[in-house]
């Protein structure tokens, strides 16, 4: 069964001693199944979760212009990877 962890709880020790090939997902907004969301990952046995994305697509209640968005998560997850991560993933919402 894969484990879920919060990403914004982890020390930088414990980000440093991840391995780079844990899948990070970067949600836009909420109410994904878990169960659903393992599954398409290929049921790794760790998933970390960053902070939801609470604005800027259609439905969030907060508009962003695209481009401005799209920097703004293509940013998030460059930076991950300059990290070293090599399974980086954004997790957008149904209809977009």
Avoid: C
Wanted: aromatic share 10%; hydrophobic share 45%; net charge negative.
């Amino acid at each position: 069964m894969t484990e879920f962890f919060a990403y914004e709880l982890l020390t930088w020790p414990e980000v440093a001693a991840l391995p780079r090939t844990t899948p990070l997902v970067i949600p836009l907004g909420e109410g994904y199944a878990p169960a659903r969301l393992a599954s398409a990952l290929g049921n790794p046995p760790a998933i970390g979760l960053l902070p939801a994305i609470p604005f800027g697509w259609p439905g969030s209640g907060l508009a962003v212009p695209e481009p401005i968005f799209g920097r703004l998560v293509a940013n998030l997850a460059d930076s991950l990877r300059d990290d070293g991560f090599s399974k980086v993933h954004v997790l957008t919402p149904q209809g977009i």
